[in-house]
């Protein structure tokens, strides 16, 4: 039996679509990663019970941070990004997290700096607190060996395939990096927004929006760019398009990120017919309602959709792209 809600929202789901693609379904899927790095930091005396804990996040991690202060009584401060909505903005308060919500910004790398800013101010401010640094820290990799354990004891021996958002690292990184620890040639494929810089497609603009949490304007350090062997960069249109057909072949009502990682797994399944692809779904729909959901007639039929194969980043073009990256280092 579960000792708080966190733990149970935190513990995901695997779903054999067909006899080869594999969803990986969390509801929030950072509080994996927020649990684990905060147990770590009490065990290991950096912080103390009824310490604060600060982070900037644009919705998913705040809401993950807050459960897990909630879960080891600490207290939690975010610095949000204008995309943290009414229903979340609730939530942390009921939660007695605060909220620093920033200014309007149509400009994503404004948006992330003016944060990355504002938790500098705070901590000069409040020399106690601590950052959880999401986006550089590695501590954010130790909740998903649990996840790894599930994955291989589910999918026994089976040629493995992981599909999913780059975001900070602490996601598919990490999954890879505990499954590699028993089967070596577990691929990774990351799916990455037009407009991220983390392996250099900053140059490239969608005209809809980045999508949120698997994409950085500004250089994130715990990403481990050796771990990838394929990436996909997916507009949001694709994406949505993604979304939409997943809901409706197989009633997985999921975020964009997991309508774009749906897109790059159905792709590398239908290429490598000896391996089962697992894609990660890192959160519900919920939020996406109105901005993709409400959208679904204008979702095109995800067969007429197919990546445009680059041999370098000079290459990428929307609304798709696929790119060999064989676990090479970083972009210059």
């Given at each position: 039996m579960d000792q708080h809600i966190a733990e149970a929202i935190g513990r995901p789901?695997?779903?054999?679509?067909?006899?080869?693609?594999?969803?990986?379904?969390?509801?929030?899927?950072?509080?994996?990663?927020?649990?684990?790095?905060?147990?770590?930091?009490?065990?290991?005396?950096?912080?103390?019970?009824?310490?604060?804990?600060?982070?900037?996040?644009?919705?998913?991690?705040?809401?993950?941070?807050?459960?897990?202060?909630?879960?080891h009584g600490m207290h939690c401060h975010i610095v949000g990004s204008t995309t943290v909505d009414h229903t979340l903005r609730t939530q942390l308060a009921v939660l007695g997290a605060t909220l620093e919500q920033m200014e309007p910004c149509s400009d994503l790398k404004l948006d992330q700096k003016r944060r990355v800013e504002r938790v500098h101010e705070i901590l000069a401010e409040h020399p106690g607190h601590h950052w959880m640094r999401q986006y550089h820290d590695d501590v954010h990799y130790l909740g998903y060996r649990a996840v790894a354990d599930l994955v291989r004891a589910s999918t026994g021996g089976e040629a493995l395939t992981v599909v999913g958002g780059v975001?900070?690292?602490?996601?598919?990184?990490?999954?890879?990096?505990?499954?590699?620890?028993?089967?070596?040639?577990?691929?990774?494929?990351?799916?990455?927004?037009?407009?991220?810089?983390?392996?250099?497609?900053?140059h490239v603009a969608d005209p809809e929006i980045i999508i949120a949490g698997i994409g950085s304007s500004i250089p994130f350090g715990n990403v481990r760019h050796a771990s990838y062997d394929t990436l996909h960069w997916i507009s949001f249109d694709a994406a949505l398009a993604g979304s939409v057909d997943l809901l409706r072949r197989h009633a997985v009502f999921a975020g964009l990120s997991t309508g774009a990682g749906y897109l790059a797994a159905r792709w590398e399944r239908d290429r490598s017919p000896g391996r089962t692809v697992l894609f990660v779904a890192a959160d519900t729909g919920h939020r996406y309602v109105d901005t993709v959901y409400a959208r679904h007639r204008e979702a095109v039929p995800i067969g007429s959709l197919a990546p445009r194969q680059v041999a370098g980043r000079e290459g990428l073009a929307l609304p798709w792209s696929r790119m060999d990256w064989n676990r090479a280092d970083p972009p210059s």
């Amino acid at each position: 039996m579960d000792q708080h809600i966190a733990e149970a929202i935190g513990r995901p789901d695997l779903i054999r679509l067909d006899d080869r693609l594999v969803c990986l379904r969390f509801e929030t899927m950072k509080v994996v990663s927020a649990l684990a790095a905060v147990r770590h930091l009490l065990d290991t005396g950096v912080v103390r019970p009824g310490d604060t804990l600060l982070d900037s996040s644009s919705g998913i991690y705040a809401y993950a941070l807050a459960l897990a202060c909630h879960r080891h009584g600490m207290h939690c401060h975010i610095v949000g990004s204008t995309t943290v909505d009414h229903t979340l903005r609730t939530q942390l308060a009921v939660l007695g997290a605060t909220l620093e919500q920033m200014e309007p910004c149509s400009d994503l790398k404004l948006d992330q700096k003016r944060r990355v800013e504002r938790v500098h101010e705070i901590l000069a401010e409040h020399p106690g607190h601590h950052w959880m640094r999401q986006y550089h820290d590695d501590v954010h990799y130790l909740g998903y060996r649990a996840v790894a354990d599930l994955v291989r004891a589910s999918t026994g021996g089976e040629a493995l395939t992981v599909v999913g958002g780059v975001g900070s690292g602490a996601s598919t990184g990490a999954l890879a990096h505990y499954l590699r620890e028993d089967a070596p040639g577990t691929e990774l494929v990351g799916v990455q927004p037009f407009g991220s810089v983390t392996f250099g497609a900053g140059h490239v603009a969608d005209p809809e929006i980045i999508i949120a949490g698997i994409g950085s304007s500004i250089p994130f350090g715990n990403v481990r760019h050796a771990s990838y062997d394929t990436l996909h960069w997916i507009s949001f249109d694709a994406a949505l398009a993604g979304s939409v057909d997943l809901l409706r072949r197989h009633a997985v009502f999921a975020g964009l990120s997991t309508g774009a990682g749906y897109l790059a797994a159905r792709w590398e399944r239908d290429r490598s017919p000896g391996r089962t692809v697992l894609f990660v779904a890192a959160d519900t729909g919920h939020r996406y309602v109105d901005t993709v959901y409400a959208r679904h007639r204008e979702a095109v039929p995800i067969g007429s959709l197919a990546p445009r194969q680059v041999a370098g980043r000079e290459g990428l073009a929307l609304p798709w792209s696929r790119m060999d990256w064989n676990r090479a280092d970083p972009p210059s």
